[in-house]
Nanobody, 117 residues
Framework: QVQLVESGGGLVQAGGSLRLSCTASGSIFTIHTMGWYRQAPGKQRELVAT?????NYADSVKGRFTISRDNAKTTVVLQMNSLKPEDTAVYYC?????????????WGQGTQVTVSS
């Protein structure tokens, strides 16, 4: 079992910055991917950024957001700059790992990011 604890959400003005952090604990395998997804009201949950063997960003956040992990690969940080109102959503931390052929997908509780115009 893996637990994900998120922090850093809040209310900011357009053009401002926020830093989201997520720390994983529990039975974490060596090979795993961590990242961030977001879901706005009435919209599908979408990938924001992930980091494992490679780094992947949504086109809408490239150049504005930066994802990073600590050396132990148990904490993932999302630095969000130049925020726009359309970035408003609940942001969820994600950890994906596999044991043999069995995949495991874990989610944090979500943290609200609101960007005012």
């Amino acid at each position: 079992q893996v637990q994900l604890v998120e922090s850093g959400g809040g209310l900011v003005q357009a053009g401002g910055s926020l830093r989201l952090s997520c720390t994983a604990s529990g039975s974490i395998f060596t090979i795993h991917t961590m990242g961030w997804y977001r879901q706005a009201p009435g919209k599908q949950r979408e990938l924001v950024a992930t980091m494992g063997d490679s780094t992947n960003y949504a086109d809408s956040v490239k150049g504005r957001f930066t994802i990073s992990r600590d050396n132990a690969k148990t904490t993932v940080v999302l630095q969000m700059n130049s925020l726009k109102p359309e970035d408003t959503a609940v942001y969820y931390c994600n950890l994906d790992q596999k044991r043999g052929a069995v995949g495991y997908d874990y989610w944090g509780q979500g943290t609200q990011v609101t960007v005012s115009s």
